[in-house]
């Protein structure tokens, strides 16, 4: 596992810095190729063998969570309004019914 200090390939050392996961690397293995007909390459030697199967996955639910995260003040979950699927406002409303405005920010 890579550890900073370590030197890239570039020459450089590697920086230890924060990040968030948003997307997973499924490997599948042969387990599909096996079962499906057809999905198969011919390898140097004339004969015919499964692919080695993998996908990518980014997950919406993640991703959002991701830029949430990235843009949280200690106060709020805040952002753009652009980023927001619903526009909202999550209130107490005992006593706070006249100051409430009268239109939601962009």
Same mark, same amino acid.
Request: proline share 7%; aromatic share 8%; with cysteine.
């Given at each position: 596992?890579?550890? =900073? &200090?370590?030197?890239?390939?570039?020459?450089?050392? /590697?920086? =230890?810095? @924060?990040?968030? =996961? *948003? &997307?997973?690397?499924?490997?599948?293995?042969?387990?599909?190729? %096996?079962? $499906? !007909?057809? !999905? *198969?390459? *011919?390898?140097?030697?004339?004969? =015919?063998?499964?692919?080695?199967?993998?996908?990518?996955?980014?997950? /919406? +639910? @993640? %991703?959002?969570?991701?830029?949430?995260? #990235?843009? %949280?003040?200690? @106060? !709020?979950? #805040? +952002?753009? $309004? @652009? /980023?927001?699927?619903?526009? #909202?406002?999550?209130?107490?409303?005992? +006593? /706070?019914?006249?100051?409430?405005?009268?239109? $939601?920010?962009?």
């Amino acid at each position: 596992m890579a550890q =900073e &200090g370590y030197i890239a390939p570039n020459g450089q050392p /590697l920086i =230890e810095k @924060r990040g968030i =996961e *948003v &997307g997973n690397i499924f490997q599948l293995g042969y387990h599909y190729s %096996t079962k $499906m !007909a057809g !999905a *198969v390459f *011919v390898d140097q030697d004339g004969k =015919e063998k499964p692919y080695y199967m993998g996908c990518y996955g980014i997950g /919406l +639910g @993640r %991703t959002m969570a991701a830029m949430s995260k #990235s843009i %949280t003040t200690t @106060r !709020a979950s #805040s +952002g753009p $309004m @652009r /980023l927001h699927p619903i526009r #909202s406002i999550l209130c107490h409303w005992q +006593g /706070l019914k006249n100051r409430l405005p009268r239109s $939601m920010p962009n």
